[in-house]
Structures are given as C-alpha cells and as structure tokens.
C-alpha cells in the first residue's frame, strides 16, 4: 500500500504505542482493585473519570490542531502522557490516581483525534478506508502483543515495570513525531489555516450538522458498550480469573486482526449506517454473553461477536466522520467525536455501581441492562442515516445540475 511517509509513520506508532497502552492500562482496575484495596465502585469512579475528562478535552484538542497544526499538539500531548505513565509509579494515595486518571484521558483525548485527522489530511480520498483500516489493524496488533508483555512484566500485580516502559515507549513516539514536524514542514504549514476559524465558529458549525449529532448520539451507547472491556469486565472477570481476562483481551485482539479486512470487504455492499446499526447490535449481544457464561469456550464466542460489533462501528465511524467533516475542520470534527467518551464514562461507572449493588453473582442481570442501554444507539443511527442519505442525494442532484449548465 502506497500511503503517504507521514501516515506511515502515524501507524506505526499507534502500533508501539498501543501496545504500551495494552500492556498497562487494561490491566488498571485489576491493579487498584487487588494492589491498592480500592473498592469496586471507587475503581469504577476513577476509571470514569479518565473517560469524562476525555470527553471535554477532545474536540479542545482536535479544533486546537485545525488553528495551530497537527504535530505540535499530537507532541505535546504524546510527552505529556508520557510523564502520567511514571506518576503511576509513585502514586500511593487514592487521591493521586483521580488526578492521574483525569490526565491521562486528558492528553489521550487530545491526542488521538489530531491523529485521526492528520491521517485524513495526508490521505487521499479514495485511499481513506485503507489508511483507516490500517491504523485499526495496528492498534489490534499492539492489544494482540501488549496483554502479553504486560502479564510477563507484572501488570495487575505489585510490579510497576509496565508503567515505566509505557511511560518510555510514548517519549520514543513524542521524538518521533518532533523529527516527522521537521521533515514535512511544508505539510506543516498547510494543517493551519491562512484565516482561521474561531473556536466559537467551529462549535456553532459543527454542533448544528444533524447528521454528525445523531452520528454522535448513536456512538455514546456504542462507546459505552466498548469501555465494559476494560471497565465492568476487567472487574467482573479479573477480580478472580485475571488468566480468563487476559485470555479473552486477546480473543478480542486476534479477532480483529482475522476479521477486520474480510468484514471491510463484504460491508462495501452496504451503507456506513447500515453497518454501525448491525454494530451496535453485535455488541450488546456480546455483552449479554459475558453475563450470561462461566464456561471460557462460550466467553470467548461472546468475545468475536462483541469484536465483530467493534470493527464495523469503529473503523466504519472514523471513515464516515472523513466524509461528513468540511476539510478545514476535520480535526473539529474527529474532536468533537471524542464526546461519545461521555458515553464510555457514564457506562463504566454504572457498570461498577451494578458490580458493587447488585455483586458479582448477578452476571447474566448486570449484563443484560448493559445490553440494553447499548441498544438505545439504533433509533440514532437510522435517523442519522436517513439525513445522510438525503444529504448524498442533494449533493448528487447539484453535481449533475452543474455539469448540465457546463
């Protein structure tokens, strides 16, 4: 595949970085919950709270990169995260890993919409879909081979080992990103805008496209289904079967890498609606098996569907918001994606708050009203969809008025 050096370079990191990420973070709740003695549903508000802050930083950040450029956010944020990985090192009070947790969904947040919309920048239209899967298949690689090394290191118990060598991965990446900013100066240059647009403005237009709202609306119960992997499940599985765990993260992971191209292929037949629809309810099934089955076999075939609900609506998600987004505030858009964070904040709190009223011996309960709140997605999506079909139409019906006049 011929992408461009820069998006090269933007998957190979996610690649590395990601496996940093799932060498160390998935295994974060175990680690408070079995290390610190942190109770269930503080574990649950901690986590949360990465996902809330996350919320409100994205479309920060992302508009941030559309005024200043892309690079010296995504590096900014990249060194930053960097030093959140070493505080976890030397934290030692519950109050440390609430501000720890806010900032790492703070520079996370910012991050990684910059780098979405530096994909779509040096990315062709009809190359879009394959730079989009590509960085989906590196971060799956990365969740394949991270569990793995962080279980070898130590993570979930008293080891702090994973951390540190997160924490270095993410500043190789910073001074990767610092030499690609010097190498392309000229796409530098072209990231921001001759005139601006204001943060006010960019909130105005982007916040009255219905159909990025109800795109939106539809991926919080959607992003609130994905945060119970390493939220609710990582509790409910990991508190006494951190093996299992482990186990199905990377059921989840080899799915995806076995799945993901033919998925993408036989979806051309339908529409980026269409798809997240059947997403959406791909993953609350997936989530009432985890309640549902004890026996690993059956876990892990919760597992591929739940994956399979993951692929289209993530991979699909980030193309359609290429297609919907004006060119000079993409990174407003893949910003403003970031609120569906919301979504996965609000979700892994009453997935912790269920695991601490309810107990551990309530599974199928717990996990059959996460499916239903997953499910609320689909009114959404069909409404989103029947906007963008209109919108498609008109644009269409513009594009041949024109040539008829020519």
Not at 264 to 275: D, E, G, L
Not at 282 to 305: A, C, D, I, R
Not at 338 to 344: I, K, R, V
Request: proline share 3%; hydrophobic share 55%.
């Amino acid at each position: 595949m011929r992408f461009h050096p820069v998006a090269w370079g933007v998957i190979v990191g996610t690649f590395l970085s990601r496996t940093g990420f799932f060498m160390t973070l998935p295994f974060l709740g175990i680690y408070l919950g079995k290390v610190k003695g942190i109770d269930p549903a503080i574990v649950g508000s901690i986590l949360a709270l990465s996902l809330l802050v996350g919320t409100i930083s994205s479309f920060a950040g992302g508009a941030l990169s559309d005024r200043v450029g892309r690079y010296p956010v995504m590096i900014t944020a990249m060194g930053a995260w960097s030093i959140v990985l070493i505080g976890y090192v030397f934290a030692t009070e519950t109050w440390m890993f609430f501000v720890l947790s806010a900032c790492n969904g703070l520079f996370r947040n910012v991050f990684e919409p910059t780098a979405r919309a530096l994909l779509a920048d040096v990315t062709s239209d009809d190359q879009r879909a394959a730079v989009f899967n590509a960085r989906y298949f590196a971060i799956n690689l990365g969740g394949a081979i991270g569990p793995l090394i962080g279980l070898q290191l130590g993570a979930g118990s008293t080891s702090l080992l994973p951390f540190l060598v997160t924490a270095i991965i993410f500043a190789v990446y910073a001074a990767v990103l610092v030499v690609f900013m010097v190498m392309f100066k000229e796409q530098l240059k072209k990231d921001v805008a001759a005139d601006p647009v204001t943060m006010n403005q960019m909130a105005r237009i982007v916040f009255t496209d219905k159909v990025f709202l109800y795109l939106l609306l539809g991926n919080l119960f959607v992003a609130g289904a994905y945060s119970h992997l390493d939220t609710t499940l990582s509790l409910y599985i990991g508190h006494d079967r951190i093996e299992a765990y482990s186990f199905l993260f990377v059921v989840n992971t080899i799915s995806v890498l076995a799945l993901q191209y033919p998925l993408a292929k036989f979806m051309k037949r339908y529409s980026s609606m269409t798809a997240l629809k059947l997403g959406c309810l791909l993953f609350g099934l997936g989530l009432f098996g985890f309640g549902l089955f004890t026996n690993l076999f059956w876990l892990s075939v919760s597992m591929v569907v739940f994956t399979i609900g993951e692929i289209l609506c993530f991979v699909v998600g980030d193309i359609l918001i290429g297609e919907i987004a004006p060119e000079h505030l993409r990174g407003a858009y893949y910003g403003a994606s970031g609120f569906a964070f919301l979504g996965q904040s609000v979700c892994a709190w009453i997935g912790g708050v269920l695991l601490q009223v309810l107990g551990f011996g309530q599974g199928p309960l717990i996990f059959a009203i996460l499916m239903l709140l997953t499910f609320i997605a689909l009114p959404f999506y069909q409404r989103g969809q029947y906007l963008w079909e209109q919108r498609q139409q008109q644009r269409n019906s513009c594009e041949k008025s024109s040539q008829v006049m020519i």
